[in-house]
């Protein structure tokens, strides 16, 4: 039975439901990289950089995926996220683990005040609109890393924003996991490098058996290379390098994401 209201929710406080599923969808459609991969590009980029790295922050940590990596790896994890949804499908993954703890903040303000060995954030800062909030997260990064630590994170590139779009438009893709059922479509806008994504969703409730529809709308941005080196640098850090979509390959036509790696 389909329930009758179809609000639009507040951002992600629906779609954690199925989220995993949709990140393993995307993953074997658009040669994203696992969490996995991940979290071995991270430690090999740690270990060159020298200097011992205990402490981590996730950043916009979802539910948990990366940091559920990370900790099983012996980090001490931080996952921060805005999303309340989100991070009660990331407590699930490291309950009772003493070297875990959640935090909710919204980018680009970063409500901590301690340092950290390193900074890492998948599929997340392609969400912030402009140079101003772009900065702000950098500065705040740069603010909670000791010298030496690092920051790792994936910005989407315009052929992959180009390749989604094409994908999904005019005809949503369906992603299916047991309950919960997503179709998913971006969108470009009339502003350059600018998409929406569209999700409408179903999720069966476990005692009435009624399938309740929302939607959501989320605004992804394919900024050029050049605007975050340089953005990375006003906000203080060194040693910037560009990778293919955490692998220590150089980026190319037909790169899906950028891999960054700046130093504090």
Not at 32 to 45: G, H, K, N, T
Not at 64 to 72: F, I, N, T, V
Not at 175 to 198: K, Q, V
Request: hydrophobic share 35%; glycine share 8%.
């Amino acid at each position: 039975m389909l329930a009758q209201g179809h609000e639009p929710s507040l951002p992600y406080s629906y779609l954690p439901e199925g989220y995993d599923a949709a990140d393993v969808w995307c993953v074997d459609k658009f040669r994203l990289a696992p969490r996995s991969q991940v979290a071995d590009f991270v430690q090999e980029i740690w270990k060159e950089r020298g200097g011992q790295v205990d402490k981590v922050l996730d950043l916009c940590c979802g539910s948990g995926l990366l940091l559920r990596e990370l900790l099983q790896r012996g980090y001490d994890v931080t996952g921060l996220d805005r999303s309340a949804a989100q991070l009660r499908q990331a407590e699930r993954k490291i309950r009772g683990q003493e070297r875990a703890r959640l935090v909710r903040s919204e980018l680009p303000a970063i409500e901590l005040e301690e340092q950290f060995d390193a900074v890492v954030s998948t599929g997340a800062l392609v969400h912030l609109p402009n140079d101003v909030t772009l900065l702000r997260t950098f500065e705040n990064v740069h603010r909670l890393l000791r010298p030496g630590g690092t920051f790792v994170f994936d910005m989407y590139t315009k052929h992959h924003a180009e390749s989604l779009a094409t994908y999904t438009t005019p005809t949503a893709r369906v992603i299916e996991d047991g309950p919960f059922t997503l179709l998913m479509s971006i969108t470009r806008t009339a502003i350059e490098g600018t998409y929406n994504w569209h999700g409408l969703m179903y999720l069966r409730e476990e005692n009435s058996q009624v399938y309740v529809r929302r939607s959501e709308t989320h605004q992804l941005y394919a900024w050029p290379q050049e605007r975050i080196v340089g953005l990375g640098a006003r906000a203080g850090f060194r040693d910037i390098e560009v990778f293919d979509n955490f692998t220590r390959q150089p980026t190319g036509s037909q790169t899906v994401c950028e891999t960054y790696v700046m130093v504090r």
